[in-house]
């Protein structure tokens, strides 16, 4: 027992359901990476679907975990805890969806920089994800936790970095402004997929330091 | 008493509000009908001036709920659900009123089908969160409340597809980026607005998975 | 003691940091109204430097605020209070850093007039804010406090007209679509800070409510 006692209940449900979550959300980025790399319009469009069905599967689990949280007594502010970390690993997914979406329905087909490097920055923040999780449980690592939120942190940043780059060559470079309209609503659903992962990390630090 | 007794304490002040609540939005999304779908300009000019008129007696309401949590000793949590739920419908009815000063500000006149076609989900949502908040009144029918949260749900995914259709015939179909810059607006105000009825839908569920 | 009290525990740490969040983003719009009215390009570049630095120091006292939250014992509902007006108060300063990043990278040089008078509300704002802070340290003046919530929340309807108005004749005047864009992304920033000043008045009023 001891630490994070509080998100093992005797249930034990919290973290198997947030692995499987975080795990979810690693796929989901992978397809995205896919997405926007690859140069086969078949793939792609694999690749689009796929996401749709992580997307459903995502809010399954988000469900499951809404659902054990209302069932289980725990004290309001740790519920709290759970339910806004729950809800940010679902955010980080359905902005990547939002992004397939989009460059499904508007066409984009010539994918630039900025899109496929916002792409990694996600990845990499899931990866993060389940390293933080991973830690987390029954308190691993707790420096380990840090390190993975400092890296989420950091990957928003540069995921600004790139958004707001990439926004600003758009508006050099490409005269026609609905082109611009499309790239832009594509980066700004992928950057704003970087900033809920940054909430994802906020929520596990705010656990970590109630903790210690 | 019973069930949700902890949603009418003595001075039985929450659940009239929610309902007056609940019954000026569906006055709003009445208005926003009318807007949305009629030729005529007097009508329209007449129904914005509506739409800001309760939108005004809706932020009353609001405050009244806020002041009414201010002053009742009530757990936390449930606190907290009451405060999200009037903060829900406040939003949907402030979108409602942000896609109606679009519409005036700049100057949409053809409304084409994607517009009218949000109205209605925004409406029939506004309909669908009356039922609710009746049926939740001293937990006459829960599964009606139930039933009633999985069409707000079912309602915003179809105002997703509308809304995403929409964008993406725009930007095929309207050459001016400056028109489809103002669509794209007036569009996006009525999607968010579906999105906080999901919101609503959202802490309804959230209070009775607690309370069974 | 008595009023306030939850509010300065014995360590006595919150009042100052929140007294110290509200100076920055004194400072922070101060520089955005130099930025927004000079015609100085050097003036204009060091004011963004300036706001940047700001910003920094701004994200470091609000994680100042929530460790101090993670260390110290308060009744849950009052934790949330001060950790959505740290937030409110991060976010306000994040959204001018934002507007000041887009004015640098879109290279807007003309202001026209919504900008600096959006800027002109922010300061306001961040004036009545550090009037309601400091009159609720020690409930010294809650007549003032109310005041200054009131005057923060009519700022957010001043600027709302603004943004309104000049989005209306951005569209009606400015024929280059792009430059269209790229002053509603402007104006848009400096607005959504308003609406967290706003945010801002409505956690110090509800600890008010609250209190009385």
Redesign the interface.
Known sequence: MGFLSFLTPKDKKFFPLFEKAAENLLKTSDALIVLTTTNSVEERAQRIREIEHLEHAGDNITHLI??EL??NFI???D??DIHDLASAIDDIIDFIHGSA?RID??KIDEMGTAIPALARCIRDGAVELNVALKNLNGMKDIDAVKEACVKMNSLENEADDIF??G??EL?EKE?D??K???Y?EVLSALETATDKCEDAANVIH?II??Q?
């Open positions: 809404y659902n209302g069932k004290t309001p502010f519920r709290e979406k329905l508007y707001n780059k926004i600003a508006f005269k402004a609905i611009v309209i499309k832009k705010t330091v109630k210690s």
